[in-house]
């Protein structure tokens, strides 16, 4: 595979291609009949996520650095450049975004009736912007593409969504706008000082990341600006309102990438740019304390409010606060289990929300509500849907032998060795994330089947057990043998660590000898 | 390349650096006497706008020529400037001209408003910005500004019928001269401290920081500063702005919001930069107040609007506290990063005032925001447009509205001015709050209106602005 | 040696003049305050002169130019409120407002 | 390592191809039931003779050391790694018997009980995926794996406990199963946390390696991790104080609760415990713990079991005393005293269970053939039917003896073995000799409850209905077949590690020395003489038969009436038929309070009040009142403009003044 | 005698000022300003401005104020309107900013006197009584026409096209038809 890849050159071309691609599809709605809209997408989504598939092959898992990259002057008077390029961090993230689109228009196969050539040419564009952000390694760029993206959500769900769509709508775009240009102006301000430190004016993210101690006297100011847009994004209590709203009002599609795809960037942003940038401000023990507590508090307090949802959409919304906690949690530990596992909870939430989301929507097609009390017993006539929600579900619970447990497993035992108490405190996180979701399968799946409408409800359509089949497996294969992509995560990882905790310095005091031992 | 040397003190000179306000001048009086007796007529009316547009785009030849040429004084700049600022602006309000004269060119006549005199007066105002923009010299700023003052004036009055335009005028009026009283005292106060009133001679003069800090030249400075402050309605000499806009026939809205406001900036900007520009104490706190000021309310205001028009009114009172952004950075970053807004902006604001007039009828003034439901059903291609430039006003990547507050935020960043910077982006965040309802109404909402809305048809002339502003 | 003195009146009547424009209502009493401001302003220019020479004066040329100019077009905008409004009292102009 | 060894994972693999199979049938053919029948015993039947084979290899390498079988890397990260791997050693062999044997026994039982149940095929699949899981639980050579196991069966508890889902009470059972284990999971989630931290490593081997030279005995870090696994246990195993979900639990098929209820699953903590001697023998305090919450269970499970009427709910107590045992078995560091009674409570319990789902078969269908809806499972409308149901009657009744601790049967031996090495730590600290005595009160009550159980079951007057008792019958030979096999070996079990007056004694106890003799190392010797061990022997004799004669003298089989006519209880008996009201108080003092505070204060105070009704909408409703203020302002007239014109012309103005 | 009569100019100028900024009737106004205008063409001549005060006399006094005459007449203003004053609040309003405003520029009096003109603009100050002196050898309107015509031509040639503008301007608004 790898030497196929080769021939064809593959490395040089794969990021532009898979920005562009996209693109091109959504030109290609625009232009073909009305009735083709939806296939001429997915079939772009498919390309596109068979052209990234390659990276799994093509991906040296050795390297901490950067691969695939690509450089480009852009706008040379400014120091700006068209930059890619993928390692460890990013390499899954691409390939969970290139994964979900085509399920996710799948899932709006007939969620969307109206205006689809709009719909599936946003998906498209959306799936550009995604894909820059992980691959963006110019701040400018990655700023742009940061931006972008919203337009096409902001869309997606005020055109499609639900009843309460434009108050969702707008109060999405508001959060993470506000977030996001105090980050431009922290960039800008970074830009300025390594410029006016060093002579050399440029967004270049390893430029910048090289001299980013020009800016430690201010690198708090400047954290806390790259810290709350990406907060907001992940998003970290108390700024996760905007998230139910969001995705219980969004169509499905919508709901699956803003689950799926979208809280990871928040997530992503820490690990790129806010921890690297500034570690002695993220590893401030002020900081890193509100920030670790807030991420504990976030698991418990995101799985007690979905404990008591009654809109399904809603509980998975919060369930994300709860889980993105877990991310939060494993990044702060600062161990490359921890950070590992972060990422591995990512992907996995990708994987699981984006199913249930999916899920919620075919139920939604079926019975035109979310609310879980108008559902019960539908396993009676739902057997494969059951199946394949509880399996979900369970792999959102962190079931041992899914996907879901090895994450969370990673993450608390990297956590417990530098935060045991958070750790300690966030493992009975696992008892109210059982709570829910079991409650809620108990009531939409199991009990008596007492709503004469449920009784005529049809099983999975081949089309559904399309779109599920592809989750079943990861979630199984993830969840048995995680070890191809967590050798491909390791060097980066053990990159990012090794870098954040150098400059650190004392802050780090409270790591423990026994964890000091794996940097031999 | 050699720079084209021009001998400002020769009348041949003299003539060469005002090629393109000769242009207008010229073309102008072509144009007043033949409207004198054939005027009246739809047909002579379009036959007019015509005319003026070739004019216009005779004069920005002139300028592209000599901006290619490299023309420089021979010495000291009397009068009038040749540098690179001048062309730039010049070409925004040649553009900006046309822009409203090709939106007037429909809307006139849909309105019947047929006062052919309407591009004369475009014309004379062009002029006027031109020498704002291009002058060497605080009288010439104070003529040029006076000039189109006057023009604009009687543009905001010119639909007779309507009293709401008579309003406008008087409002705008009153508070004009009202204003440039306060300019002239500057300008008096400079030349008293100074000895002189050429801007580079005030330069000169200001280099010795011991007269750069005396009281008549701050006193001057900041009486400046109040004259300036109104034409680019900065707050707290903001509040003719919406009343007249929105009282404005349409295009004269556009041509004032997009223009007129961008020439009282090059002036404020060449007089800050040239001739205060060692005198920064004097006036940079206060242009950053004005700013943080401007930013603040026109947003603010601007979210409590219910009419489009006068939406766009406080927006662009939001958008000159932006370019004040620019101008407290008191850089050259600052300059070029003003030109590139006020280009930007003005193509976005009278495009979205373009949509606005295709849209409505018999003054918009009265059209709410939620009359815009649904019109994206209804006309895709308009709602597109009026969606980008909402985003584009935004500031969102991918528009040059973005571009332009990227450059204004790195100039403030880089001359230190990282609060103002944030003061920014926080007003930005507020902005959100008024152009997404916009788009919401269009694309999200469901169309209240039962008809058609098969009427109102943009003018040939009107698309092609939208066209143009929505590539930016 | 009369350049403090007339500074001083110049600074009066220009306080006068904007005090003026608040105080009254009349549009056309309004302007004639905006004229007293810039009659101040040239006050101004000439005391200069004296000291700085002759282009002071040529100032003040041009601000009597500008003020006949205003005058026209200002007086014909009041005409045409005054068609509308049968006044020229500011109070009767507030159609526009919020 | 004998080449057989390595072909462990086939054990596990079985179960877990049958579960594949039956899953994919439940879906798209859910009536073949004959080609379901077959895979699921099939599968099991296969396990059990690989099992065999294994353990034969084991046994004839006459090793010491365990035997790894490593498949393959499970999550390495750093360094951190995890195999995904199986030991196979003598502790997990006498495991694998049980899981294997006895789970074979209730596959065939199954057959015949589920057969008329539209969920067959679900329930087999079910069925298998729990033995794949228990199997992975006792095989797998590191605490992540066996963590796997331990989550997995109680999965499939949650599943099959909720099988009949339609019924709200039964998927709550389930549920609340599942959650309750998982708050067991938790501590042993923290228990591998502090493990690795301290260790560096997660492997059994590697952990008991290095222990002795990581740990101080006794000191804090040790005794949490024992007490935090020891967590995990009373979950899995129902032990005080998260103990109620098991009788819950009843309410899944008979089978179900005989299979992971009784026989297996829930010893999984027995099983942890034994495995991970070595931490907890460091760990004398944690050690005692373990003992005295055993104990403390036994008695408290056995009070409660006197008093009801539900004829599983009474084995379900049962169970919960007889893992209380277990503990203080394990928990006085005689683990394979432990593991012995493990061994013979999965025969005897699975016995009674499987004999008590015979005749809840036989009432179902006798109610169901006469369209009456009364309490299959209550034991007052049961009552004489040994007639019709002779041989499981029989063989219950051994069973019976069994577990009441008559001479002979193999209860009597495993659980006088822990009361006497309970007794002999007596020495140590005078703790173990009342927990000495409570574990001989509630071996009384054992035998009290039991036999109320058999007198109020088979003797006595019939009380199920006259109507019905034409269609009482004996089960077929499907389901009697395994109820006589483990009927002969619970008789027999007791040969497995007699007490050492007796000859060939302590077979098992040899046999897992290889496992416990780490631990062993850490502990006092504790010996008793023969004449102790006689006259212990004879007191758990006295003991029994007194709980079987109080029985048999005091309860009068012939006054009581049918479960529909039955007065209400009063006093204590009511105290003891709500179970203490243990359920109750802790709906009260965390269930509630728990969705008040998250619904009532976190979602509807905090999440849409605070943040969002004043952070969110707040701010945007002050920016729109500031708004409106700002257009208040613009008045319309020229005054107000050149007003604030003039003010702000004054501030320049000052401003620049002050230069 | 130069000085008193400057403050006696000055008087009437600042005193006729303030009737005109508060007499009610707008006729009344109108001819206080044009008193003022007067008193300050006055103030032009003892300040060497004779070609200014000349035309500020023609023009201000002569042709714009009766521009401003002529327009009152014609709106028949004649009468004082009891609107045309704010109110109390309001004239105290105005009273307080205008003399704030006052105080505020009287720092520039201040200067003067306090330092001497010459230290205080840095430009070539020309000796006192110079300009008299030139105002005397070239004509007062020499004087101006030098610099008018050579250095101020282009604002000169601005000002015609602005009166032009003006014309335009007016003429499209007040004509009665168009």
């Known amino acids: 595979m790898s030497e196929f890849l080769l021939s064809i050159g593959y490395a040089r071309w794969v990021l532009n291609a898979l920005l562009v691609l996209p693109v091109v599809g959504a030109l290609l709605t625009l232009a073909v009949p009305a009735a083709r809209v939806k296939h001429v997408a997915f079939v772009a989504a498919l390309v596109e996520f068979v052209v990234s598939a390659g990276l799994w092959w093509a991906f040296d898992p050795a390297s901490a650095g950067m691969q695939f990259e690509f450089w480009a002057p852009w706008i040379p008077s400014f120091g700006i450049a068209y930059r890619v390029g993928v390692d460890g961090i990013s390499l899954f993230m691409i390939l969970l975004t290139t994964l979900t689109m085509p399920l996710a228009m799948l899932g709006s196969w007939q969620y969307i009736t109206q205006r689809e050539r709009g719909f599936y040419a946003l998906m498209l564009v959306m799936t550009t912007g995604m894909l820059g952000v992980f691959v963006a390694l110019d701040l400018f760029l990655f700023y742009v593409f940061w931006e972008i993206m919203l337009i096409p959500m902001y869309f997606i769900i005020g055109v499609w969504g639900g009843g309460r769509r434009l108050y969702a709508a707008i109060k999405f775009f508001l959060y993470t706008f506000v977030g996001s240009l105090l980050m431009l102006v922290a960039i800008l301000v970074l830009y300025a000082a390594v410029g006016r430190e060093t002579g050399q004016y440029t967004f270049d993210y390893e430029y910048l990341l090289a001299y980013s101690d020009v800016v430690r006297p201010w690198a708090l100011w400047l954290f806390g600006a790259f810290a709350l847009a990406f907060a907001i994004k992940v998003p970290v209590f108390p700024f996760h309102t905007w998230l139910p709203d969001a995705h219980v009002e969004a169509p499905t599609a919508g709901s699956v990438v803003l689950a799926g795809i979208l809280l990871k960037m928040g997530a992503y942003g820490f690990l790129r740019f806010a921890v690297p940038f500034f570690p002695g401000a993220a590893f401030d023990p002020t900081v890193s304390t509100v920030v670790v507590v807030l991420a504990v508090v976030g698991i418990i307090y995101g799985a007690l409010v979905a404990m008591v949802q009654p809109d399904f959409k809603k509980l998975i919304a919060y369930s994300s606060v709860s889980h993105l906690g877990f991310v939060m949690l494993g990044i702060w530990a600062l161990t490359v289990q921890s950070v590992a596992g972060a990422i591995v909870i990512m992907i996995n939430h990708g994987i699981s929300t984006g199913a249930l989301f999916l899920l919620v929507g075919m139920m939604y097609e079926r019975r035109h509500s979310r609310d879980i009390a108008a559902y019960g017993g539908i396993a009676r006539v739902m057997p494969a849907f059951a199946a394949i929600l509880t399996l979900v579900a369970l792999s959102s619970i962190g079931l041992p032998g899914t996907n879901g447990f090895v994450g969370e497993f990673l993450v608390l035992v990297g956590a417990f060795r530098t935060q045991p108490w958070a750790a300690g405190i966030a493992t009975t996180g696992v008892i109210f994330a059982a709570a829910y979701l079991l409650w809620a399968l108990q009531r939409i799946i199991y009990e008596k089947l007492d709503k004469p409408e449920n009784a005529q409800l049809r099983d999975l359509s081949p089309r559904e057990f399309a779109i599920l089949t592809p989750i079943v497996v990861l979630i199984l294969w993830i969840g048995f043998y995680p070890k191809p992509i967590l050798t491909r995560i390791e060097p980066s990882v053990r990159a990012f660590v090794e870098q954040v905790r150098q400059p650190a310095g004392p802050a780090l005091r409270f790591v423990r000898r026994s964890d000091v031992r794996e940097a031999e | 390349m050699t720079p084209m040397l021009i001998d400002l003190s020769a009348p041949a000179g003299i003539t060469l650096a005002l090629l393109p306000e000769i242009v207008l001048t010229a073309w102008a009086l072509i144009l007043l006497l033949v409207i004198g007796w054939r005027h009246g007529d739809p047909e002579h009316h379009r036959w007019a706008g015509g005319f003026t547009l070739v004019g216009l ?300 007039a295709a849209v409505g009828r018999d003054g918009e003034s009265d059209l709410l925001i939620d009359d815009f439901n649904g019109l994206a059903e209804r006309r895709p291609w308009l709602s597109f447009a009026l969606a980008v430039f909402m985003l584009s006003l935004l500031g969102f990547p991918g528009t040059a509205g973005f571009i332009g507050k990227w450059l204004i935020l790195v100039a403030a960043v880089e001359a230190g001015q990282t609060t103002l910077a944030v003061v920014l982006v926080g007003a930005s965040v507020l902005s959100a709050g008024y152009y997404l309802p916009v788009i919401m109404a269009m694309y999200m909402k469901p169309s209240e209106r039962a008809e058609v809305a098969e009427g109102a048809r943009l003018a040939r002339g009107g698309r092609l602005v939208v066209a143009a502003a929505a590539i930016a | 040696m009369l350049l403090g003195p007339a500074l001083g009146v110049s600074a009066l009547l220009f306080a006068i003049g904007v005090g003026g424009v608040l105080l009254r209502r009349n549009a056309i009493v309004i302007f004639m305050c905006v004229e007293l401001m810039l009659n101040a302003v040239n006050l101004t220019f000439v005391a200069l002169a004296q000291q700085l020479g002759p282009q002071g004066q040529v100032i003040v040329f041009f601000v009597m130019a500008v003020a006949a100019a205003e005058a026209a077009v200002g007086l014909a905008i009041i005409l045409a409120v005054y068609r509308h409004k049968e006044s020229v009292n500011l109070q009767d102009v507030n159609l526009l407002r919020g | 390592m004998p080449p057989v060894i390595e072909w462990v994972w086939l054990v596990v693999a079985l179960p877990l191809a049958g579960f594949a199979a039956n899953g994919l049938l439940s879906l798209v ?631 | 005698m130069h000085e008193v009569m400057f403050w006696g100019f000055a008087g009437v100028a600042l005193a006729a000022a303030l009737l005109c900024v508060t007499r009610r009737s707008a006729v009344a106004s109108a001819l206080w300003l044009v008193l003022t205008l007067f008193s300050l063409s006055g103030l032009f001549v003892l300040l060497d401005a004779q070609f200014i005060a000349a035309i500020q006399v023609l023009v201000y006094a002569g042709a714009i104020m009766v521009l401003f005459l002529f327009v009152i007449m014609l709106l028949n203003l004649g009468r004082a309107g009891p609107a045309d004053m704010r109110g109390w609040l309001g004239r105290g309003v105005a009273a307080l900013l205008g003399a704030g405003l006052a105080v505020e520029l009287w720092v520039l009096v201040r200067i003067v006197r306090g330092g001497g003109f010459a230290a205080e603009t840095a430009a070539f100050p020309l000796p006192p009584g110079e300009l008299g002196r030139v105002q005397a050898a070239e004509g007062a309107v020499g004087m101006l026409a030098e610099p008018l015509f050579r250095q101020y031509l282009v604002p000169f040639e601005i000002t015609s096209v602005l009166l032009l503008a003006a014309i335009v301007g007016a003429v499209v608004l007040a004509k009665r038809k168009i």
């Open chain 2, 57 to 356: 785009v005779a004069a920005l030849g002139t300028v592209v020529w000599l901006w290619r040429a490299g023309a420089t004084p021979d010495g000291l700049p009397l009068m009038i400037a040749l540098d690179s600022f001048r062309w730039a602006t010049a070409a925004v309000f040649l553009i900006g001209s046309m822009a409203a004269v090709l939106l007037a060119q429909g809307y006139l006549g849909r309105e019947r408003i047929l006062v052919p005199e309407f591009y004369v007066l475009v014309l004379f105002a062009t002029v006027g910005m031109l020498l704002m923009g291009g002058a060497a010299d605080l009288i010439v700023v104070f003529l040029g500004l006076e000039l189109m003052s006057l023009s604009v004036y009687v543009l905001a009055g010119i639909k007779r019928r309507s009293p709401q335009s008579s309003e406008a005028a008087l409002k705008y009026f009153l508070l004009g001269a009202f204003a440039s009283g306060f300019l002239l005292y500057g300008i008096a106060l400079i030349y008293g401290a100074t000895g002189t009133t050429n801007l580079q001679a005030v330069a000169l003069q200001l280099a010795d920081s011991e007269i750069a800090g005396r009281p008549m030249l701050t006193i001057g400075a900041a009486m400046l500063l109040v004259g300036f402050g109104f034409k680019v309605s900065a707050v707290p000499f903001h509040m003719w702005a919406p009343d007249v806009y929105d009282g404005a026939p349409t295009p004269v809205t556009a041509y004032m919001a997009a223009a007129v406001k961008a020439a009282g900036f090059a002036a404020l900007v060449r007089v800050a930069l040239t001739a205060l520009g060692d005198a920064t104490a004097a006036w940079q706190t206060t242009v950053w107040w004005l700013a943080a000021l401007t930013m603040i309310v026109g947003n603010l205001v601007a979210l409590a609007q219910r009419r489009l028009k006068r939406m766009l009114a406080y927006s662009s009172i939001a958008h000159a506290g932006y370019l004040l952004v620019a101008v407290a950075a008191a850089s050259i970053q600052g300059g070029s990063a003003f030109v590139f807004y006020a280009f930007a902006y003005t193509l976005m604001t009278v495009g979205a005032f373009a949509v606005l």
């Open chain 4, 29 to 659: 053919k859910p009536t073949a039931k004959r080609a379901v029948s077959a895979i699921g015993v099939g599968t099991v039947a296969a396990a059990f003779v690989m099992t065999l084979v294994v353990v034969r290899g084991l046994a004839g390498a006459h090793t010491t050391e365990p035997f790894v079988v490593t498949l393959w890397q499970w999550i390495p990260m750093g360094d951190l790694r995890v195999a995904a791997a199986f030991q196979v050693d003598q502790l997990s062999a006498v495991m694998l018997l049980v899981v294997t044997g006895v789970g074979l026994l209730i596959h065939v039982f199954s057959v015949g009980y589920m057969r008329a149940d539209d969920g067959y095929a679900r329930y087999f699949a079910y069925l298998n995926l729990f033995v794949f899981f228990m199997l992975v639980l006792v095989l797998g050579a590191n605490f992540p794996i066996l963590f796997v196991g331990w989550e997995g069966v109680g999965l499939c508890s949650y599943l099959l406990i909720g099988f009949w889902f339609d019924v709200k009470a039964n998927a709550d059972a389930g549920k609340k199963a599942f959650l309750m284990n998982r708050i067991g999971d938790a501590g042993f989630l923290i228990a591998m946390f502090f493990i690795f931290q301290a260790t560096g490593s997660l492997a059994f081997d590697e952990v008991f390696a290095r222990a002795p030279r990581v740990f101080a005995i006794g000191g804090p870090t040790i005794t949490a991790i024992a007490l935090f696994l020891f967590l995990g246990c009373t979950g899995k195993s129902a032990q005080i104080p998260l103990y109620t979900w098991l009788p819950d639990a009843m309410a899944g098929p008979t089978p179900v609760s005989a299979l992971i209820h009784a026989a297996t699953m829930v010893t999984a903590g027995v099983y942890l415990i034994a495995r991970t001697n070595v931490l907890f023998a460091m760990a004398p305090i944690a050690g005692a713990v373990v003992a005295t919450v055993g104990a403390v269970t036994a008695l408290w499970a056995a009070t409660i079991a006197l008093k009801q009427w539900d004829i599983k709910k009474v084995l379900a107590y049962s169970t919960v005393s007889q893992l209380g045992y277990m503990f203080l078995g394990v928990g006085v560091g005689a683990i394979a005293s432990g593991m012995f009674h493990l061994v013979t409570h999965a025969f005897f319990k699975a016995l009674l269970f499987l004999g008590a789902g015979s005749v809840i078969h036989a009432l179902h269908h006798a109610y169901h053939a006469t369209h009456r809806h009364e309490d299959a499972q209550d034991m007052r409308n049961m009552g004489g039917l040994r007639r019709w149901m002779p041989w499981t009657a029989g063989v219950m009744w051994l069973a019976t003896l069994a577990i009441a601790g008559v001479p002979g049967f193999s209860g009597f031996f495993s659980k006088d073995e822990i009361l006497a090495m309970t007794f002999a730590k007596g020495h140590e600290h005078v703790l173990f000799y009342a927990l000495w005595v409570v574990g001989a009160v509630a071996a009384l009550l054992t035998a009290f409850y039991m036999t109320r159980l058999m007198l109020y079951t088979f003797h006595g007057p019939n009380r199920t209905g006259a109507a019905e008792q034409g269609h009482v019958r004996e089960a077929p030979w499907v389901m009697t077949g395994p109820l006589v096999i483990l009927a002969a070996l619970s008789v027999v079990g007791g040969v497995l590690n007699l007490p050492e007056v007796l000859p060939r004694s302590g077979w098992l106890h040899h046999w897992l020395e290889p496992v416990t003799a780490a631990g062993d190392f850490f502990r006092p010797d504790a010996h008793l003489s023969h004449a102790t061990e006689w006259a212990l022997l004879g007191l758990a004799t006295v003991i029994a038969g007194l709980g079987i004669a109080a029985a048999w003298r005091f309860l009068t089989p012939a006054a009581l009436k049918p479960a529909a006519e039955a007065p209400a209880e009063t006093g204590l008996q009511q105290v003891l038929l709500r179970k203490w009201y243990v359920d109750e108080i802790y709906d009260a003092l965390i269930v509630r309070p728990l969705v008040w505070l998250s619904n009532a204060v976190l979602w509807r105070r905090v999440d849409a009040g605070a943040i969002d009704a004043v952070g969110v909408n707040g701010s945007a409703r002050f920016a729109r009142g500031l708004g409106l203020i700002g257009s208040w302002l613009q008045t319309g007239h020229v005054g107000t403009y050149v007003f604030f014109f003039v003010v702000g012309a004054l501030l320049l103005l000052r401003a620049a003044t002050r230069f």
